[in-house]
């Protein structure tokens, strides 16, 4: 009796995944163990093994299919069996119908923000929502959207006065006269605009700034010499889905969030001590090698708590603040930056934060890490301090509103009681969305946290 | 004039009786001995030699569609053939004594005679005349296939190989036929033999062939024209029409000087005894003989006779002294009668069921292919041996043709791949040509002295005066004034120039416009026509294609109707048919009514837009009616001129000079901003300019919107820049015309408005037009028509909500749902 094999689901929210590479093909003979194949999705690889011993049959798809989960992959059995029972739809559909599942699948990456998240401890979303109309419900003549999207006006705010209920020029022309969406400076200047403009401002809202800004200039290409034009001086490589979701993430994070960093550092000496002393005591207290940055995950976990703002996700319609934390942890793979999350960190023990996140980050490498684990995250810390960085933006992971960049430790003096003394600081990065944030509790949030790292002792005992 | 034509009462009523003189039946008797002193034998072998070609060349048509071969060669023709076999006789004795200079007009069924009228001029033409017409004509295209082929050195016969590949070619659709395969089987022609338009319309040629005889009489070109048509046609009320345009009485009793007498003109019918399944005589025609129709026309009886068309000698008897009737002693219209038979079915798809075997096979032992051999033989004019050889000849031509013709590499169909446009740019010829001829005008007195013309220039030309009042009716430019000036000035300048129509001399048309032309123009210019929409218009038609240009008239549009063959498959098709070969300068003006009810007051313009070929204007002001009848009189392609009777005497109130009192010309095509705005644009076509203009008051005072009113001023073609332009700064378009709303050519414009400006559009452009329902009488005109309080509420229920506007008439979209459901 032939056995297909079907591709995997990884994780609740995977629909499909891409094979990446066939080490078997049609008509050889597997062992019960031997990898068939690879498979990827947009956050992690795989590899399948197959379950029993046999001849492949039929691979149904090739390298590179993007095959929804659960389908029949390939069969193996007899040589001779029948295959057609297990021939999937899939296999024969054409080009346009994978077309739309690819598409069906990344819709629902992108779409991921305001689904609700299931992550494997239960926790309840809290978060308040403002009733507006979405878009198949709005009527508005191709005119009026047009000027809508041009002048930066929000359509959900018109009030339709046209026939049907449709929302005509002249609506739009209100939302205008009225200055939505613009500050109060602007607002005279923007009233007889006529011409494409995006507001930079708070919330998105169009400052003078904005108003006098020139269009930019579009880039023209570089001419190149032509006696080196045939040269061959680079390598062109097709993106990865994980690039290609990092370039997608990045990008939408920095052109959409009103981002900026705040710097401090901290007196690092007591993290330092206590890390050298749990270093030493670890076998015998049963410990795991509890890092710097396991302290510093700790001691966000706890400080988050009190600052709601910054353990949040902002849709730009609402914020949802979470009651507990979910750490994303930047993790530097191969494939690229991958970003687990340990949930419900603020309930975890040191030594529990210590050993997971270890399993995560080796989980990432290994591209064995489940899918949920790569969303979910409420608040991110990333480490570039073993680089020896001093000082950097980290790029807020959206929704989020904030990250956390941890640099390196440096000797640093200062002046105690006129003598002058040197001590191990270490400096921290916080990016925050300042759509979702203001400035002051941003850095209120940095005093805090600095202040715990700086008595962690203390924080600990809590 | 008919003032001196006194209907007299007392001679009206009294007693007496209608007497008739014998219609001659078949009365030609004269043996081929007799005949020998009037043909040579080579005339008469020649006249054989013509038959056989013709039954060959149809016999090759009838195997390939029915057997899908002729002689070995293979063919598929999947077009029409409506086949002549057995009217050989007719047609190669009517041609007979026929010079280029007598035309002939054709029917579906007229292969035959296209092929003896070229047999015919080739046999009288020199050598130098022939290669010249093969060279220049379609830069010799035809000629270099035949003439690489053809080795003989001996120019007539390769002219017969000409003529005999330029028709098959033309009837196989390919681009080296004669009309570039545009034509076909129904419509092929040549006009440099004589050859003239044949017509798929049963009947069609009847009264193009009058206007041909027309132009040949008011232009005093040389020739005869016969209309051959078949007996079936007798039954089509344009025939009809024709014979009584064609024996007016005017041409003998008031057109003056050489121009006195009647038209160069025969209506020929080849009487085959069927038209369609339908036998005329004894089934679906009442006539008995039909020459006897001749009789009902005038006293001449139109000198109708019936003639034996199986004897080709009876039938060149008949047309020598026809053509001297005609020529000599002016006395046209004829009327034959030319009895012949069809072998074939109407098509190769007709079994003949309606005709009996033995009805056939006896016409068949009468075979003029049979019977004229046989005394031509029996009268020692050749052996029997000389004629087996003219149809071996005859098989040989036809077959070394036919392969021709049928070879894609020789003769290739047009390349719409290559130039997508080909058949594009014969839809218009879009040439000016200022006068069709060059000549003097013939005239009676200087323009300049013309009482009516003087009266105009008096006039004021703007519309309103210095203080921005209206002139009076009395003293201002009108709208018919703009017409009669563009109208009066062509008359000076072309000779060709000719306007008839029903009530165009003396009267001056019922709306004045030709008021004064009768006093400048000579009968033959200017005339009145019997009440025949179809053959005024058909007649254009046939002096165009001749190279005349006429300005005629339908009163009203409603009468369309009555001319819809002769306006939308003559008028509108013949350039492209012809491949551009004739030119069309008709301007067609149709006056579109109002306060006389259902059948004289609807706007028919949608339909005439819909038919490509015509070009089509409405304009509404005296300087665009002005200018744009002198576009449409200067130029070659047919203009179906729309006037409106309500606005006949309105002033000129946009061009602010005031109408030009010299020669201008407004592009046809070209829509005109009326009144500038901001908020809306409001498209009209036609009178509702000025209810637009009414309705554009009432937005900008009652609700502070300025509206952009642009007069389409023409129809067909049609630029839509401007109108985009405007729907681009507006964002909303409504569009009102007169015509009934549902199939409104204004639907398509809006239809095209929304595909070039969909993004810029604030709403659906809306179309305002009249209700769906019959012209009611005038005093309940204004709930039919679009008034200014529709066109606002039309705005305020499907385009911009008003403020405080409160509708009185329904244009909800249940409403239209509603109307659409119950077809009103």
């Known amino acids: 009796m032939a056995t297909p094999v079907i591709m995997p689901r990884q994780g609740n929210s995977v629909e499909s995944c891409i094979i990446t590479e066939w080490f078997v093909k049609k008509g050889q003979e597997v062992a019960e163990g031997d990898v068939l194949f690879s498979y990827e999705t947009d956050k992690a690889a795989f590899e399948e093994e197959s379950k029993v011993s046999g001849t492949v049959l039929e691979l149904f798809f090739e390298e590179g299919d993007d095959v929804p989960v659960l389908t029949n992959v390939c069969v193996i059995g007899e040589q001779g069996e029948d295959i057609t029972p297990f021939v999937p739809e899939g296999a024969q559909i054409d080009n346009t119908e994978q077309q739309e599942g690819a598409n069906a699948s990344s819709d629902s990456a992108e779409n991921q923000t305001v689904k609700e998240i299931e992550v ?13 109309k979405t878009d198949g419900e709005i009527f508005i003549s191709p005119r009026a959207r047009n000027l809508a999207e041009k002048i930066g006006a929000d359509i959900r705010y018109a009030d339709p006065t046209g026939p049907n209920q449709r929302i005509i020029e002249r609506d739009i022309r209100k939302l205008q006269q009225e200055g939505l969406l613009v500050t109060p400076g602007a607002k005279e200047a923007y009233k007889n605009l006529d011409q494409s403009i995006k507001g930079l401002g708070l919330g998105g809202r169009i400052t003078t700034s904005d108003l006098n800004k020139s269009v930019v200039a579009e880039s023209k290409p570089v001419e190149v010499a032509s006696g080196v034009k045939d040269e061959v001086e680079y390598e062109e490589v097709k993106l990865s889905n994980i690039r290609k979701v990092i370039a997608r993430t990045m990008h939408s994070s920095l052109s959409e969030m009103a981002q900026l960093t705040l710097n401090t550092s901290f007196d690092a000496t007591e993290i330092i001590n206590l890390r050298k002393k749990l270093k030493a005591n670890a076998e015998k207290m049963g410990l795991t090698n509890i890092t710097l940055n396991d302290i510093l995950l700790y001691a966000v976990s706890r400080v988050l708590l009190m600052h709601k703002a910054i353990n949040a996700h902002f849709t730009g319609e609402t914020i949802r603040y979470f009651s507990n934390v979910h750490m994303g942890v930047a993790v530097d793979t191969e494939r690229g930056l991958m970003v687990p999350t340990l949930f419900n960190a603020n309930k975890k023990s040191l030594n529990d934060i210590a050993i997971e996140t270890k399993e995560l980050a080796q989980a990432c490498q290994k591209g064995t890490i489940n899918p949920d684990y790569l969303q979910g995250g409420t608040f991110t810390v990333t480490n570039l301090g073993a680089l020896g960085i001093e000082s950097f933006t980290p790029v807020i992971n959206p929704p989020q509103t904030a990250i956390l960049g941890v640099n390196t430790t440096e000797q640093r003096i200062r002046e105690v009681d006129g003598t002058i003394q040197s001590y191990t600081a270490m400096s921290l990065s916080l990016t925050f969305d300042h759509r979702a944030v203001d400035g002051a509790p941003a850095a209120r949030f940095l005093k805090d946290l600095t202040q715990a790292l700086e008595n962690f002792n203390v924080l600990l005992a809590k | 004039m008919p003032k001196s034509q006194y209907v007299d009462p007392v001679e009206i009523r009294k007693k007496g009786a209608i007497t008739f003189k014998d219609i001659p039946v078949n009365q030609y008797d004269k043996t081929i001995e007799e005949e020998k002193k009037n043909f040579s034998t080579e005339d008469l072998l020649r006249i054989y030699r013509d038959m056989a070609i013709i039954r060959e060349f149809e016999t090759m048509m009838n195997d390939i569609k029915t057997m899908g071969e002729y002689n070995g060669v293979p063919y598929n023709h999947p077009g029409p053939a409506h086949l002549s076999i057995g009217q050989e006789a007719a047609a190669v004795g009517q041609a007979y004594l026929l010079d280029i200079d007598d035309f002939i007009f054709g029917s579906h069924r007229s292969h035959g005679e296209i092929l003896a009228k070229g047999l015919s001029a080739i046999n009288k033409l020199p050598d130098e005349e022939l290669m010249k017409i093969m060279k220049d004509f379609r830069d010799g295209i035809i ?13 007539k016969e390769l002219a017969i190989d000409f003529l005999i590949y330029g028709a098959m070619a033309e009837i196989f659709a390919r681009e080296t036929g004669f009309q570039a395969g545009l034509g076909g089987s129904m419509h092929a022609f040549f006009t440099p033999f004589g050859i003239y338009p044949n017509n798929a319309i049963v009947g ?9 005889a027309l132009y040949k009489k008011v232009n005093r070109k040389k020739g005869i024209v016969i209309a051959n048509i078949g007996d079936g046609a007798l039954g089509c009320g344009p025939v009809w029409e024709a014979l009584c345009l064609s024996a007016m009485d005017q041409y003998k009793k008031l057109w003056e000087g050489e121009y006195k007498g009647g038209l160069p003109f025969i209506m020929n019918i080849f009487n085959n005894h069927y038209g369609m399944g339908g036998q005329t005589r004894g089934e679906t025609m009442g006539y008995d003989l039909l020459a006897r129709i001749g009789a009902g026309v005038n006293p001449e009886q139109m000198h109708a006779e019936r003639i034996d068309g199986y004897n080709p000698l009876a039938v060149i008897d008949a047309i020598g002294r026809k053509k001297k009737l005609l020529l000599k002693q002016k006395d046209g219209p004829v ?12 098509s190769p798809s007709d079994a003949s069921s309606y005709r009996s075997k033995e009805e056939i096979d006896t016409w068949m032992e009468h075979d003029p292919i049979i019977t004229f051999r046989k005394q031509l033989v029996d009268a020692a004019v050749a052996p ?4 087996d050889e003219i149809i071996e000849n005859a098989r040989s031509l036809v077959t070394k043709t036919l392969k ?16 997508t446009q080909a058949i594009a740019k014969l839809m218009f010829s879009n040439q000016r040509i200022e006068k069709m001829e060059e000549r003097e005008c013939e005239v009676l007195m200087p323009k300049e002295e013309n009482p009516q013309w003087k009266r105009v220039q008096k006039k004021e030309r703007f519309g309103l005066d210095k203080d921005g009042k209206p002139v009076s009716k009395n003293r201002v430019y009108q709208l018919r004034d703009g017409l009669f000036e563009a109208i009066i000035d062509k008359f000076y300048t072309d000779p060709t120039l000719v306007a008839y129509g029903e009530e165009n001399r003396d009267w001056g048309g019922a709306f004045a416009v030709y008021r004064g032309l009768t006093e400048s123009l000579p009968y033959q210019r200017l005339f009145n026509s019997p009440i025949s929409e179809g053959a005024i218009v058909g007649s254009a038609v046939g002096y165009a294609l001749c190279g005349g240009r006429p300005i005629i008239e339908l009163m009203y549009a409603d009468f369309l109707g009555r001319a819809g063959d002769e306006v939308f498959n003559q008028l509108a098709k013949w350039q492209a048919m012809s491949a551009g070969q004739l030119k069309m300068p008709v301007v067609l003006r149709i006056s579109v009514g109002s306060k006389y009810g259902a059948q004289h007051s609807q706007d028919w313009t949608s339909l005439v837009a819909h038919i490509p070929g015509l070009k089509c204007v409405f304009p509404v002001t005296p300087y665009d009616a002005k200018g744009l009848m002198n576009s449409a009189l200067s130029g070659t392609d047919p203009v179906i001129f729309f006037e409106s009777q309500r606005i006949y005497d309105v002033g000129e109130l946009f061009h602010k000079e005031g109408v030009p009192e010299g020669y201008y010309e407004i592009p046809i095509g070209e829509p005109d901003i009326k009144r500038d705005g901001k908020d809306i644009t409001i498209l009209t076509i036609g009178a509702t300019l000025y209810r637009a203009l009414d309705a554009a008051k009432i937005l900008e005072e009652k609700y502070g919107l300025s509206a952009e009113i642009i007069d389409a001023r023409s129809i067909v073609p049609f630029n839509y820049e401007k109108v985009i332009e405007s729907v681009k700064k507006t964002g909303r378009i409504l569009l009102t015309s007169d015509a009934c709303e549902r199939g409104s050519h204004l639907k398509d414009m809006a239809q095209t408005i929304s595909e070039l400006a969909f993004d810029y559009l604030d709403a659906p452009p809306v179309v305002v037009g009249s209700k769906n329902w019959i012209t009611p009488a005038h005093e309940l ?4 028509f679009p008034q200014p309080e529709w066109i606002i509420d039309a705005i305020h229920e499907k385009i911009l909500p008003l403020p405080g506007h409160v509708p009185t008439t329904n244009f909800t979209n249940q409403e239209l749902l509603r109307i659409n459901k119950l077809g009103v």
Request: charged content about 25%.
């Open chain 2, 143 to 155: 000629l270099n296939i035949v003439e690489k082929r053809n080795t003989s050195g001996n120019v």
């Open chain 1, 120 to 132: 494997p401890d239960t926790i309840e979303p809290q978060h308040e929502q403002i009733a507006l």
């Open chain 2, 384 to 387: 029997d041996s000389a004629f």
């Open chain 2, 781 to 784: 005109e204004e709930f039919f």
């Open chain 2, 404 to 419: 021709l013709a049928i070879d894609d590499s020789v003769s290739p169909r047009m390349d719409l791949n290559k130039d």
């Open chain 2, 204 to 212: 069609g040629s009847a009264d193009i062939a009058v206007g041909a």
């Open chain 2, 335 to 346: 009327f034959l009668d030319t009895v012949t038979y069809r072998y074939s079915g109407h």
